[in-house]
Protein backbone atom coordinates (compact mmCIF):
# COMPACT_ATOMS: atom_id res chain seq x y z
CA UNK A 1 0.00 0.00 0.00
CA UNK A 2 1.23 3.69 -0.95
CA UNK A 3 1.27 6.60 1.78
CA UNK A 4 2.10 10.25 2.05
CA UNK A 5 4.23 11.74 4.73
CA UNK A 6 3.86 15.91 5.15
CA UNK A 7 6.32 16.81 7.69
CA UNK A 8 4.74 19.84 9.90
CA UNK A 9 1.45 20.57 9.58
CA UNK A 10 1.94 24.20 9.58
CA UNK A 11 4.42 26.55 8.41
CA UNK A 12 4.95 29.85 8.75
CA UNK A 13 6.93 31.60 6.82
CA UNK A 14 7.61 35.94 5.78
CA UNK A 15 6.47 37.39 2.92
CA UNK A 16 9.52 37.36 0.01
CA UNK A 17 10.79 34.54 2.41
CA UNK A 18 11.60 30.86 0.32
CA UNK A 19 8.93 28.16 0.79
CA UNK A 20 9.83 24.65 1.26
CA UNK A 21 7.17 21.96 2.40
CA UNK A 22 8.22 18.38 2.78
CA UNK A 23 6.63 15.18 1.39
CA UNK A 24 7.67 12.06 1.40
CA UNK A 25 5.84 9.01 0.29
CA UNK A 26 6.24 5.02 0.11
CA UNK A 27 5.18 3.29 -2.81
CA UNK A 28 6.07 -0.24 -4.18
CA UNK A 29 5.78 0.54 -7.40
CA UNK A 30 6.92 3.56 -9.58
CA UNK A 31 4.28 6.35 -8.42
CA UNK A 32 2.88 9.32 -9.93
CA UNK A 33 3.43 12.13 -7.60
CA UNK A 34 1.18 15.75 -7.18
CA UNK A 35 1.00 18.59 -5.03
CA UNK A 36 -2.38 20.26 -4.46
CA UNK A 37 -3.43 23.81 -2.92
CA UNK A 38 -6.49 24.34 -0.77
CA UNK A 39 -7.89 27.48 -0.26
CA UNK A 40 -10.32 27.62 2.50
CA UNK A 41 -13.86 26.04 2.00
CA UNK A 42 -13.14 25.68 -1.50
CA UNK A 43 -12.19 22.42 -3.33
CA UNK A 44 -8.12 21.17 -4.28
CA UNK A 45 -6.33 22.85 -7.48
CA UNK A 46 -3.46 20.88 -8.99
CA UNK A 47 -0.13 22.64 -8.72
CA UNK A 48 2.14 20.31 -10.36
CA UNK A 49 2.54 16.56 -11.18
CA UNK A 50 5.24 14.20 -11.33
CA UNK A 51 4.95 11.66 -14.10
CA UNK A 52 8.28 10.27 -15.23
CA UNK A 53 9.69 12.79 -16.96
CA UNK A 54 11.50 15.66 -15.98
CA UNK A 55 12.84 14.86 -11.96
CA UNK A 56 12.50 18.84 -11.50
CA UNK A 57 8.67 19.89 -12.40
CA UNK A 58 7.56 23.55 -12.67
CA UNK A 59 4.15 24.18 -11.38
CA UNK A 60 1.55 26.97 -11.60
CA UNK A 61 2.54 30.46 -9.17
CA UNK A 62 6.25 29.85 -9.46
CA UNK A 63 5.83 26.73 -7.27
CA UNK A 64 8.41 23.72 -8.41
CA UNK A 65 9.09 20.15 -6.68
CA UNK A 66 11.76 17.62 -7.40
CA UNK A 67 11.63 14.22 -7.01
CA UNK A 68 14.51 12.26 -5.78
CA UNK A 69 14.03 8.66 -5.51
CA UNK A 70 16.87 7.68 -3.72
CA UNK A 71 14.92 9.76 -0.71
CA UNK A 72 11.23 8.97 -1.79
CA UNK A 73 10.49 12.54 -1.55
CA UNK A 74 8.65 15.10 -3.42
CA UNK A 75 9.28 18.53 -1.31
CA UNK A 76 7.83 21.94 -3.11
CA UNK A 77 9.55 25.05 -2.90
CA UNK A 78 8.87 28.73 -3.93
CA UNK A 79 11.42 31.45 -4.28
CA UNK A 80 9.55 34.54 -2.78
CA UNK A 81 6.34 33.82 -1.09
CA UNK A 82 3.52 36.12 -1.27
CA UNK A 83 0.43 36.45 0.77
CA UNK A 84 -1.74 35.34 -1.52
CA UNK A 85 0.11 31.97 -1.24
CA UNK A 86 -1.66 31.38 2.04
CA UNK A 87 -3.66 28.24 2.23
CA UNK A 88 -3.04 24.23 2.49
CA UNK A 89 -1.34 21.96 0.59
CA UNK A 90 -1.58 18.25 0.02
CA UNK A 91 0.84 16.15 -1.34
CA UNK A 92 -0.75 12.79 -3.22
CA UNK A 93 0.81 9.56 -4.57
CA UNK A 94 -1.16 7.13 -7.01
CA UNK A 95 0.01 3.83 -8.02
CA UNK A 96 1.20 4.33 -11.37
CA UNK A 97 0.66 0.38 -12.27
CA UNK A 98 -2.68 0.34 -10.31
CA UNK A 99 -5.94 0.15 -12.19
CA UNK A 100 -6.92 3.81 -11.64
CA UNK A 101 -6.61 7.07 -10.69
CA UNK A 102 -6.91 7.40 -6.77
CA UNK A 103 -4.82 9.43 -4.87
CA UNK A 104 -3.49 8.47 -1.41
CA UNK A 105 -3.40 12.30 0.49
CA UNK A 106 -1.16 13.04 2.51
CA UNK A 107 -2.16 14.96 5.99
CA UNK A 108 -1.62 18.63 4.40
CA UNK A 109 0.60 21.30 5.52
CA UNK A 110 -0.95 24.79 6.25
CA UNK A 111 1.11 27.86 5.09
CA UNK A 112 0.67 31.17 6.71
CA UNK A 113 2.22 34.14 5.62
CA UNK A 114 3.56 36.75 7.31
CA UNK A 115 3.86 40.37 6.26
CA UNK B 1 -17.61 27.25 -17.83
CA UNK B 2 -17.15 23.59 -17.22
CA UNK B 3 -16.26 22.73 -13.71
CA UNK B 4 -17.87 20.51 -10.84
CA UNK B 5 -20.78 21.89 -8.80
CA UNK B 6 -21.64 20.21 -5.12
CA UNK B 7 -24.55 21.11 -3.43
CA UNK B 8 -25.52 21.85 -0.63
CA UNK B 9 -22.38 23.91 0.64
CA UNK B 10 -23.42 23.89 4.27
CA UNK B 11 -25.74 21.67 5.70
CA UNK B 12 -26.99 21.11 9.25
CA UNK B 13 -28.84 17.80 10.04
CA UNK B 14 -30.10 16.11 13.62
CA UNK B 15 -27.97 12.53 14.25
CA UNK B 16 -30.08 9.44 13.03
CA UNK B 17 -30.77 11.62 9.75
CA UNK B 18 -29.74 10.55 6.02
CA UNK B 19 -28.34 13.22 4.05
CA UNK B 20 -27.81 13.25 -0.10
CA UNK B 21 -24.90 15.64 -1.17
CA UNK B 22 -25.03 16.75 -4.66
CA UNK B 23 -22.11 16.43 -7.57
CA UNK B 24 -22.93 17.69 -10.96
CA UNK B 25 -19.72 17.91 -13.57
CA UNK B 26 -19.86 19.22 -16.92
CA UNK B 27 -16.83 18.05 -18.14
CA UNK B 28 -17.68 15.23 -19.90
CA UNK B 29 -15.16 13.12 -17.53
CA UNK B 30 -15.53 9.23 -17.01
CA UNK B 31 -14.42 9.03 -13.29
CA UNK B 32 -15.74 10.66 -10.36
CA UNK B 33 -15.13 10.77 -7.07
CA UNK B 34 -15.83 11.21 -3.21
CA UNK B 35 -13.63 12.21 -0.81
CA UNK B 36 -14.10 13.22 2.91
CA UNK B 37 -11.73 15.60 4.64
CA UNK B 38 -11.30 15.77 8.52
CA UNK B 39 -8.27 17.96 9.81
CA UNK B 40 -5.05 16.89 9.64
CA UNK B 41 -6.17 13.81 8.34
CA UNK B 42 -5.73 14.84 4.69
CA UNK B 43 -8.23 13.57 1.70
CA UNK B 44 -9.72 9.59 2.26
CA UNK B 45 -11.58 8.27 -0.36
CA UNK B 46 -15.15 7.02 0.22
CA UNK B 47 -16.57 6.22 -3.31
CA UNK B 48 -15.25 5.99 -6.95
CA UNK B 49 -17.32 5.30 -10.57
CA UNK B 50 -15.65 4.69 -13.61
CA UNK B 51 -18.72 4.55 -15.46
CA UNK B 52 -22.61 4.99 -15.19
CA UNK B 53 -24.35 2.20 -13.30
CA UNK B 54 -20.80 0.86 -11.87
CA UNK B 55 -19.01 2.33 -8.77
CA UNK B 56 -16.68 0.85 -5.94
CA UNK B 57 -16.06 0.93 -2.46
CA UNK B 58 -12.64 3.50 -1.17
CA UNK B 59 -10.96 3.38 1.99
CA UNK B 60 -13.57 4.38 4.37
CA UNK B 61 -17.11 3.24 2.60
CA UNK B 62 -18.82 2.29 5.77
CA UNK B 63 -21.83 4.38 6.72
CA UNK B 64 -21.87 5.65 2.92
CA UNK B 65 -23.77 4.70 -0.12
CA UNK B 66 -23.98 6.56 -3.82
CA UNK B 67 -25.07 6.18 -7.21
CA UNK B 68 -24.26 6.57 -10.76
CA UNK B 69 -27.01 6.93 -13.07
CA UNK B 70 -25.88 9.42 -15.25
CA UNK B 71 -22.40 10.37 -16.42
CA UNK B 72 -22.75 13.57 -14.96
CA UNK B 73 -23.80 12.89 -11.70
CA UNK B 74 -22.53 11.20 -8.73
CA UNK B 75 -24.67 11.68 -5.41
CA UNK B 76 -23.74 10.82 -1.75
CA UNK B 77 -25.89 9.57 0.74
CA UNK B 78 -24.81 9.78 3.95
CA UNK B 79 -26.53 6.97 6.44
CA UNK B 80 -27.20 6.82 9.90
CA UNK B 81 -24.91 4.14 10.38
CA UNK B 82 -21.94 6.69 9.68
CA UNK B 83 -20.63 7.10 13.31
CA UNK B 84 -18.94 10.29 12.60
CA UNK B 85 -20.60 12.10 10.04
CA UNK B 86 -19.25 15.76 10.62
CA UNK B 87 -16.78 16.43 7.94
CA UNK B 88 -16.22 18.48 4.77
CA UNK B 89 -16.94 16.19 2.05
CA UNK B 90 -15.15 17.19 -1.80
CA UNK B 91 -16.46 15.11 -4.86
CA UNK B 92 -13.98 14.94 -8.27
CA UNK B 93 -13.76 13.84 -11.63
CA UNK B 94 -10.92 12.88 -13.73
CA UNK B 95 -10.78 12.02 -17.77
CA UNK B 96 -11.01 8.44 -17.17
CA UNK B 97 -9.98 5.93 -13.86
CA UNK B 98 -7.39 4.44 -15.99
CA UNK B 99 -5.88 7.90 -17.26
CA UNK B 100 -2.59 6.97 -14.97
CA UNK B 101 -0.85 10.18 -13.38
CA UNK B 102 -4.29 11.87 -14.51
CA UNK B 103 -5.52 15.23 -12.80
CA UNK B 104 -8.28 15.39 -10.83
CA UNK B 105 -10.47 18.18 -10.66
CA UNK B 106 -12.43 19.05 -7.33
CA UNK B 107 -15.78 20.89 -6.73
CA UNK B 108 -15.87 23.48 -3.98
CA UNK B 109 -16.91 21.04 -0.97
CA UNK B 110 -20.22 20.57 1.68
CA UNK B 111 -19.57 21.27 5.19
CA UNK B 112 -22.08 18.58 7.24
CA UNK B 113 -22.27 18.89 10.68
CA UNK B 114 -24.35 17.24 12.48
CA UNK B 115 -26.12 18.34 15.67
Known amino acids: AQSVTQLGSHVSVSEGALVLLRCNYSSSVPPYLFWYVQYPNQGLQLLLKYTSAATLVKGINDFEAEFKKSETSFHLTKPSAHMSDAAEYFC?????????????FGGGTRVLVKP | DGGITQSPKYLFRKEGQNVTLSCEQNLNHDAMYWYRQDPGQGLRLIYY???????QKGDIAEGYSVSREKKESFPLTVTSAQKNPTAFYLC??????????????FGEGSRLTVL
Open chain 2, 49 to 55: SQIVNDF
Open chain 2, 92 to 105: ASSIDLAGFGGELF
Open chain 1, 92 to 104: AVSDSEAAGNKLT
